[in-house]
């Protein structure tokens, strides 16, 4: 699942926004500044129950997170985030303890957003609903028609649905994202086959427009209380084997987010679901001291310069997007 515009990606994940995080100046005995960030994605697994096709699996090892770990990494990163993903690359859902997880994060005082495709819900909901560090829930539909082997559309809708309709009524907030526009042709077969997800939708929500009628591609329009679309081209994950340019232009990586691989790998944003920008492992080194590393600190002012210091970074859209 990775990008949010919460940066784009992938898939069905998120992206990295295009809000700041904050630096807090040096303190007054010279101790080191402290990087805090708007969010820290922790993947709690590298697996996923789908394989979508704009979404390469990773190469990495298949594991789910220790609770034990997690926690451990809550304390990490503490000082440095209230808000955390439970997401890079893996479906968040898979994970047998997930309430356990979410009860975690509240005694240590995080908000939650999960980012999923929504397919494991009926055997999963009962460990969500309810838990009240679940801040949002983020449905990747356009996950369905990226798998091959998804059938019964109506089916698959209507259990996200069911489980929305309980999610409102603790204040959950609900993003649908259908990221799967193709950049030359908005009005193409892609929008077709979304129109049978919107209808349904519009049913749901006793919506008197057509969605489509209100998208603007990477915003979002909401269609009840707490519950938004967000319709937006397919995301590309960064990779090594893509083309290179002048490295010029901003990310926000290391000012408003960074990640935590399952394995304790940090990288500085939730694009890089292969850990090529390998910070350091938590297991090793503290969060705090791997984002002041040297390798941290290379990309964070290498940035703050518009230019891309990493490989990565240099054949990755979403920097390409804020430009020189
Ligand atoms: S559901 Fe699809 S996009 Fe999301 S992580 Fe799985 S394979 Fe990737
Ligand atoms: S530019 Fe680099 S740090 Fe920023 S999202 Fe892309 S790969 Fe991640």
Request: with cysteine; glycine share 8%; hydrophobic share 35%.
């Amino acid at each position: 699942m990775a990008p949010e515009p919460d940066i784009m990606v992938v898939a069905h994940k998120s992206r990295i926004t295009n809000e700041g995080g904050t630096v807090l100046p040096p303190k007054q005995n010279g101790d080191p500044e402290l990087k805090t960030f708007k969010k820290v994605y922790i993947e709690i697994t590298s697996i996923c129950n789908l394989a979508c096709s704009f979404c390469p699996q990773t190469k990495r090892a298949k594991n789910f997170i220790d609770p034990e770990v997690f926690n451990n990494i809550l304390d990490q990163i503490k000082p440095h985030t209230k808000h955390i993903y439970l997401h890079v690359k893996g479906e968040p859902l898979l994970h047998p303890k997930i309430d356990v997880l979410l009860d975690s994060a509240h005694e240590k005082g995080f908000k939650v957003n999960i980012t999923t495709n929504g397919t494991l819900l009926p055997k999963t909901q009962h460990k969500l609903l309810g838990k009240p560090a679940l801040r949002q829930m983020n449905f990747s539909l356009h996950s369905f028609d990226g798998h091959e082997g998804s059938t019964d559309r109506e089916g698959y809708l209507g259990n996200v649905l069911s489980f929305v309709r309980e999610a409102v009524k603790h204040n959950v907030i609900i993003s649908f994202r259908l990221w799967n526009l193709t950049q030359d042709n908005f009005t193409n077969a892609q929008m077709n086959r979304n129109r049978e997800t919107l209808e349904v939708l519009e049913r749901e929500f006793n919506l008197d427009f057509r969605i489509e009628e209100k998208v603007v591609p990477g915003s979002g329009v909401k269609i009840a209380p707490n519950v938004y679309l967000n319709q937006d081209h397919e995301f590309q994950w960064p990779s090594l084997d893509a083309p290179e340019d002048d490295g010029k232009g901003f990310c926000h990586a290391l000012r408003s987010q960074a990640a935590v691989l399952v394995d304790g790998t940090v990288v500085p944003c939730c694009l890089d679901g292969e850990g090529v920008i390998n910070l350091g492992n938590v297991h090793e080194k503290s969060f705090s001291e791997i984002v002041d590393g040297e390798r941290a600190n290379n990309l964070f002012y290498g940035f703050s310069k518009r230019e891309a210091v990493e490989e990565l970074c240099r054949k990755c859209g979403y920097r390409q997007r804020f430009g020189a």
